[in-house]
């Protein structure tokens, strides 16, 4: 069995940073590519990035310049660093990753607000 965990989720100000993680642990052989979702209020989830098993991260353009994501392929771990921070990334994020199927974590709240 597969688990994937996300962790950091929390209530940032405005302009504020936040790093999110996600380790997947389990019954796994390998892991492909590696990302993150988001879905906010009345939203459809919508990709945010993600990262291939050799570190090539692609970007929604939306996201360029205030999300950075990267991988820890010793630790089954990929993290997501969200900068300037606005109550539009208000969200729940969702991590994921390819083994042999598409494997989700819980979701993590994150609420931008001041």
């Known amino acids: 069995q597969v688990q994937v965990v996300e962790s950091g989720r929390g209530l940032v100000q405005p302009g504020g940073s936040l790093r999110l993680s996600c380790e997947v642990s389990?019954?796994?052989?390998?892991?492909?590519?590696m990302g993150w979702y988001r879905q906010a209020p009345g939203k459809q989830r919508e990709l945010v990035a993600e990262?291939?098993?050799?570190?090539?991260?692609t970007y929604i353009d939306s996201m360029k310049g205030r999300f950075t994501i990267s991988r820890d392929n010793a630790k089954n771990t990929v993290y997501l660093q969200i900068n300037s921070l606005r109550p539009d990334d208000t969200a729940v994020y969702y991590c994921f990753a390819i083994t042999t199927r598409y494997v989700w974590g819980q979701g993590t709240q994150v609420t931008v607000s001041s």
């Open positions: 389990g019954n796994i052989s390998s892991i492909g590519t």
């Open positions: 990262v291939t098993s050799g570190g090539t991260p």
